[in-house]
T-cell receptor, first 112, second 113 residues
Framework: NAGVTQTPKFQVLKTGQSMTLQCAQDMNHNSMYWYRQDPGMGLRLIYYSASEGTTDKGEVPNGYNVSRLNKREFSLRLESAAPSQTSVYFC???????????FGPGTRLLVL | GENVEQHPSTLSVQEGDSAVIKCTYSDSASNYFPWYKQELGKRPQLIIDIRSNVGEKKDQRIAVTLNKTAKHFSLHITETQPEDSAVYFCAASPTGTASKLTFGTGTRLQVTL
């Protein structure tokens, strides 16, 4: 039982490049979330998926897209990376009957 | 939307002393309040949570109190140890299908010997 996994762990991009951050969970959780963490700003919700087949915007969705591929996987795509998207990205998942969110190990992204 | 404020941003205590971190929230619909601990370079991990039908909850050296009328909740750590050094985040959310969490900006706790 690996919990929540994320790939890659670290990525460097040039401005304008695109990439997809991958997240998977093996806990049969219904809801999945993407956050970004910046110094002094806590964790901010980018997008979430309350259940398979649905996605919704969070607090800071601009510049991102998401796909809930199936119940296990929830990917985050940057179509044209900008330096302002330099951050640590965390994926999280939540069982249907509980409020607790479980976080993945994070992806550190640097956009030059 | 929900707004969560957290204070202080940094806190230094001596080993064995108590530490208190305070948060306020704005949305009266929020009824779930977790606290996460994040060690350097690691993922946030839940340490304790409280729901609005409870005023206080304890787990060994950690306790959380909630005042729904005043819209604030606090984390109390007693008998602090060096391994308590980390960044602590409070959060709030309404329960429901999505249960979106709004986080505070974090408190860096340093426990000195």
């Amino acid at each position: 039982n690996a919990g929540v996994t994320q790939t890659p762990k670290f990525q460097v991009l040039k401005t304008g490049q695109s990439m997809t951050l991958q997240c998977a969970q093996d806990m049969n959780h219904n809801s999945m979330y993407w956050y970004r963490q910046d110094p002094g700003m806590g964790l901010r919700l980018i997008y979430y998926s309350a259940s398979e087949g649905t996605t919704d915007k969070g607090e800071v969705p601009n510049g991102y897209n998401v796909s809930r591929l199936n119940k296990r996987e929830f990917s985050l795509r940057l179509e044209s990376a900008a330096p302002s998207q330099t951050s640590v990205y965390f994926c999280a998942s939540r069982p249907g009957q509980q409020e607790t969110q479980y976080f993945g190990p994070g992806t550190r992204l640097l956009v030059l | 939307g929900e707004n969560v404020e957290q204070h202080p941003s940094t806190l230094s205590v001596q080993e064995g002393d108590s530490a208190v971190i305070k948060c306020t929230y704005s949305d009266s619909a929020s009824n779930y309040f977790p606290w996460y601990k994040q060690e350097l370079g690691k993922r946030p991990q839940l340490i304790i949570d409280i729901r609005s039908n409870v005023g206080e909850k304890k787990d060994q050296r950690i306790a959380v109190t909630l005042n729904k009328t005043a819209k604030h909740f606090s984390l109390h750590i007693t008998e602090t140890q060096p391994e308590d050094s980390a960044v602590y985040f409070c959060a709030a959310s309404p329960t429901g299908t999505a249960s979106k969490l709004t986080f505070g900006t974090g408190t860096r706790l340093q426990v000195t010997l």
